[in-house]
């Protein structure tokens, strides 16, 4: 029996679902899940071993308008992905209408040779069928899609179904990676999302996406072997925001450690000491210096 194997790249508007749909397909948190567009800012691999195939998805940023130095890196890492890969999941919300965002990222589609699936998503909150088929129609009439899914990443409906017709779509190829490994990103980097997570989560509104985690330190505690001892730095651009995350009497940064530090147990398998601290770098996101120095690009 043949074993196909390729790389999958999920696009779309932002918070459309791309990272909750990976992290269902995985079984395993890799990615941010939040409510607020554009949390997704690297190309995040998730790895899928199945016994015939090894799919590995790419979960690219939100292509939006970029409004600051950060998304248009943001932006430029989505489409960069659509010349490398064996496959495109356009992924759209069930529940919003066909829109500008759409028409942008379907004229970036039709430079590429990849196969398209329309993935819609949130079908299960969906109560308009007529609106949405009518949705769908427009989506048709635009691009010529190779498949259209509708799923519920939340739920995992017709998710299965899904990952049949990816793997059908694939070309017969080695294994790149082992069964057990489910992303190519080090520990570091998800632990920092999972903190940076928690901020976004707890602190709603108030705090937007000026927000960054460093780890700054991961070792084993010297007395206690199966302790890891993690130090992060918050990195926020006002002192304003600063004074959130830490919260009255210390209680915000408090609780964003107690939820951080249990997704990290789940990841590592390991008792977790977490110390966190937040710093000001005024205006991180519109400095070249400061995005390099905190991985984001080599050359804007």
Do not use: C
């Amino acid at each position: 029996m043949s074993h196909k194997s390729g790389f999958v790249t999920i696009i779309g508007r932002p918070n459309v679902g791309k990272s909750t749909f990976l992290n269902q397909v995985l079984g395993q948190k890799i990615t941010i899940i939040s409510d607020k567009p554009q949390t997704t800012r690297n190309n995040i691999s998730g790895i899928l071993t199945r016994e015939s195939s090894q799919i590995i998805f790419i979960d690219t940023p939100g292509i939006h308008k970029p409004k600051h130095k950060l998304g248009e890196y943001m932006t430029k890492e989505a489409i960069n992905t659509l010349n490398a890969v064996d496959l495109i999941l356009f992924m759209t919300d069930g529940n919003e209408p066909f829109g500008g965002g759409d028409r942008y990222i379907i004229n970036e589609l039709k430079q590429v040779k990849a196969p398209v699936f329309l993935i819609v998503n949130k079908a299960d909150l969906t109560t308009d069928i007529q609106r949405l088929e009518a949705t769908i129609n427009q989506f048709k009439a635009a691009y010529q899609f190779t498949g259209i899914f509708s799923i519920s990443a939340l739920r995992g409906d017709n998710v299965e179904r899904l990952l049949g017709d990816i793997e059908q779509q694939l070309p017969e190829g080695p294994q790149y990676y082992p069964a057990d490994q489910i992303t190519d990103h080090p520990e570091r980097f998800i632990i920092s999302e999972l903190v940076r997570e928690k901020v976004l989560h707890l602190t709603r509104e108030e705090i937007p996406h000026s927000v960054m985690v460093l780890i700054e330190g991961m070792e084993y505690d010297e007395k206690n072997p199966r302790l890891i001892n993690i130090h992060a730095s918050i990195i926020v651009e006002r002192s304003s925001q600063k004074g959130i995350i830490i919260g009255k009497g210390g209680s915000m940064i408090k609780e964003i450690g107690t939820l951080a530090r249990k997704d990290i147990l789940h990841l590592l398998g390991n008792k977790v000491f977490l110390d966190l601290h937040v710093k000001v770098v005024k205006d991180w996101r519109n400095k070249d210096y400061h995005l390099r120095n905190f991985g984001y690009t080599e050359d804007l």
